[in-house]
């Protein structure tokens, strides 16, 4: 499921005709807010419901239980029993899967577009009715806990992040693995899960997306059919999020058995939702692309090639979250070079930032790159879904992207420099060295 995260963000801002496609929005009497994309280049569909509910709203002592909740949608309803959802889906000829994140979870079925009536029935039918039995729940929760093994226990990089993070993002929902601790995953309960569906689960407190071969004329009267007669419930309430206070600079030393010593180090910054300035948002996607956006950013010519300190090393704003966004930097150092030397080396490259500019075409170059980087999954239906889908869900607007190149072009190289001398602080800033264990270093 990391896979389409991965495919949400690159998809996140199709500047293409995907811009320009028809989008009709409506909502419910219980509250159910309905996005539709028009895209008659093929006629397929798909159909994606997003939750207001992710590892973000669990409590400290339910942690992956947001992620759990994703599998038992899929073990049955009253007319459905554990399996029947999607080989139902694949009878017809379609495909289904969700995924978790922090801030939402999602589900969605891709089709030809004349099983659209398929699809929001089994998505009404799960949303009404879903069972979760004690013994399917426990039998389901040892998948649970196989995959977070597989995933982060048996990877030595992965737990090394897992550990940095819950460093980096103190006092946040961000301080926790959507997998959930290892510890506590294993002592969830199947009540715990019936009362998260009923909390968070119903219509006011989700988006149904449908982008495809269709129109709101055909749409609207199935949406009415198969949606309408659910009760609203009770939405359940989500505090705004606000820029975070700094925490202080955090150091985090690790012995793992990792085949090569790396270095993270991570500033926390504002996000598009929680920024102030909105502007922030764009010269931070700036800078990321000014240090690593290809051949020609800083990082890459200056310590990869010329001075040959790191054998690889990055740069990356994620502003698209329901709270603080985040800046990182990560390096693996060449050989006998030191995590202490890389580390000085990358704090040298953002104090340059604060006190010089960005030269014009240096700025140029990086725009370019930026937007080049956006248009990857312009064709895809799927993207279009997953952008509506997650933009909604965070409270902004739904046609963020069309106005995401002018706001791009606004920022200066003044503004870089402003939100390098104002966010990429010490006061905002982890640090980890990972360094392998004696005898695993190749």
Do not use: C
């Not at 006629?43 to 669990?58: H, L, N, Q, R």
């Not at 899967?97 to 009536?117: G, I, K, M």
């Not at 949406?223 to 955090?250: C, H, I, K, M, Y």
């Not at 090569?260 to 692309?289: C, H, I, Q, W």
Request: proline letters at 5%; a negative charge.
């Amino acid at each position: 499921m990391k896979q389409l995260i991965m495919a949400l963000v690159v998809g996140l801002w199709s500047l293409t005709a995907a811009a320009e496609l028809p989008t009709h929005a409506f909502t419910l009497d219980n509250g159910l807010k309905v996005l539709v994309r028009e895209d008659h280049r093929a006629p397929v569909v798909t159909v994606m419901v997003w939750f207001k509910a992710g590892s973000i709203d669990e409590a400290p002592f339910e942690t992956g239980l947001a992620h759990v909740l994703e599998h038992m949608m899929f073990k049955g309803t009253d007319k459905l029993g554990p399996g029947d959802y999607s080989k139902l889906v694949a009878r017809y000829g379609g495909s289904d899967n969700a995924f978790t994140s922090y801030d939402y979870t999602a589900y969605f079925q891709q089709y030809e577009v004349s099983r659209l009536p398929l699809a929001l029935e089994l998505e009404a039918e799960r949303l009404a009715n879903l069972k979760i039995d004690d013994e399917e729940f426990f039998r389901e929760l040892q998948v649970v806990m196989e995959e977070r093994r597989m995933r982060t226990d048996d990877n030595p990089n992965a737990l090394a992040w897992e550990k940095f993070q819950a460093v980096a993002r103190p006092g946040t929902g961000y301080a926790h693995p959507i997998i959930g601790w290892r510890s506590l995953l294993s002592q969830l309960q199947p009540e715990q899960a019936r009362s998260w569906y009923r909390r968070f689960y119903v219509p006011g407190n989700a988006t149904l997306v449908i982008a495809g071969d269709v129109t709101r004329e055909q749409v609207e009267p199935l949406v009415q059919r198969f949606f309408a007669d659910l009760p609203a419930g009770s939405t359940p309430p989500r505090p705004r999020q606000t820029v975070n206070p700094p925490a202080g600079e955090r150091h985090l030393s690790l012995s793992m058995p990792v085949k090569v010593p790396a270095l993270y180090m991570l500033y926390n910054v504002p996000s598009l939702v929680t920024a102030e300035n909105k502007r922030d948002f764009y010269a931070l996607t700036m800078l990321a692309g000014v240090l690593d956006g290809g051949m020609s950013a800083r990082i890459e010519t200056e310590l990869v090639r010329q001075q040959k300190l790191v054998a690889g090393a990055g740069a990356g704003y994620s502003g698209i979250q329901r709270g603080d966004g985040t800046f990182t930097l990560s390096a693996t150092p060449s050989p006998g070079v030191t995590l202490e030397e890389v580390e000085a080396a990358l704090r040298k490259q953002v104090e340059r930032l604060q006190t010089s500019l960005p030269d014009a075409a240096e700025m140029a170059r990086v725009r370019a790159g930026v937007l080049a980087s956006q248009v990857y999954d312009k064709d895809s239906v799927m993207g279009q879904a997953m952008e509506l889908g997650m933009l909604s869900t965070l409270g902004l607007e739904t046609d963020l992207s069309e106005t995401f190149a002018d706001e791009l072009a606004k920022v200066t190289a003044e503004d870089v420099q402003r939100v390098a001398k104002t966010w990429l602080v010490a006061e905002r800033l982890a640090v980890a060295h990972v360094q392998p264990q004696r005898g695993e270093e190749q």
